[in-house]
């Protein structure tokens, strides 16, 4: 287990909860053996259980530990480009269910979509 936590790059301790929570090893070894591909495969499922997918106007709120809609939100201008020089700012406000601080950070608003909503606010030209 030593082995496997130094190669993750985590303590010896959260690799030995692994295998209580599951993860397989070599039957009947001695040390603990573990298989690489099981390993991965076993760490990438205890993430996508974790993950959340959040719909438009909905934050990550840590104290609550799922997607919550946000209240009193205002978007924050950063001055830093991500990936290929794009803008990108932070939504921040309040969860609507305990208070806490929640951010968000998105890539440059479309003039034409509310960022709060997602809703198009653009007129149809087409008539």
């Known amino acids: 287990m030593k082995e496997l936590a ?3 790059g985590v303590h010896i301790r959260t690799a030995q909860g692994w295998k209580r929570e599951g993860m397989p ?13 099981e390993v991965k495969a076993f760490l990438r499922a205890k993430r996508a259980k974790r993950k959340v997918c959040l719909g438009e106007g909905q934050f990550y709120c840590l104290s609550c ?9 205002a ?5 830093a480009t991500i990936g290929k020089g794009k ?8 969860c609507a ?8 950070f998105s890539a440059a608003p479309d003039p034409n979509r509310n960022a709060f ?5 653009s007129y149809d030209t087409m008539r």
């Open 65 to 73: 530990k799922k997607a919550v809609i946000g209240a009193n939100v």
């Open 117 to 121: 909503t997602g809703e198009d606010s």
């Open 97 to 104: 269910n305990c208070g806490g601080i929640v951010n968000r």
């Open 6 to 8: 130094e190669t993750v």
């Open 87 to 94: 803008a990108f700012y932070t939504l921040r406000g309040r």
């Open 75 to 79: 978007a924050l201008v950063n001055p």
């Open 25 to 37: 090893v070599v039957p009947g070894s001695s040390p603990v053996l573990v298989m690489g591909c």
